[in-house]
C-alpha cells in the first residue's frame, strides 16, 4: 500500500489509555519519557516526549506513581 494526498478531514477520537516509556536517562540524573496516547484497542493517536527533572527522577525508586503522577500533571490528564 501507498500513501496518497487527501483533503483535510477532521477525525475525532478519544484516547483512553496511555503508554510509559522511559526514552533515555542522562547520566542517572534525569530523563525523558515517550508518553503514547492511545484509544481503547491500542492506535496510537499522539506521541509526546517530557523531560523528567533530575528532582523527580531522584524521587523514582520502586514506585512509579513518582513519574506516572509528574507525567500526568505535566500533560494534564488523570487516571481512572
Same mark, same amino acid.
Given at each position: $500500500?501507498?500513501?496518497?494526498?487527501?483533503?483535510?478531514?477532521?477525525?475525532?477520537?478519544?484516547?483512553?489509555?496511555?503508554?510509559?516509556?522511559?526514552?533515555?536517562?542522562?547520566?542517572?540524573?534525569?530523563?525523558?519519557?515517550? !508518553?503514547?496516547? $492511545?484509544?481503547?484497542?491500542?492506535? !496510537?493517536?499522539?506521541?509526546?516526549?517530557?523531560?523528567?527533572?533530575?528532582?523527580?527522577?531522584?524521587?523514582?525508586?520502586?514506585?512509579?506513581?513518582?513519574?506516572?503522577?509528574?507525567?500526568?500533571?505535566?500533560?494534564?490528564?488523570?487516571?481512572?
Amino acid at each position: $500500500m501507498s500513501f496518497y494526498n487527501i483533503a483535510p478531514q477532521d477525525v475525532i477520537k478519544t484516547a483512553v489509555k496511555v503508554f510509559l516509556r522511559i526514552d533515555y536517562v542522562f547520566n542517572a540524573t534525569d530523563a525523558n519519557v515517550l !508518553v503514547q496516547f $492511545m484509544t481503547s484497542n491500542g492506535e !496510537v493517536l499522539r506521541n509526546e516526549n517530557l523531560y523528567i527533572p533530575s528532582d523527580i527522577y531522584a524521587q523514582w525508586t520502586t514506585d512509579d506513581s513518582v513519574i506516572t503522577n509528574y507525567v500526568a500533571t505535566q500533560l494534564n490528564f488523570s487516571y481512572t
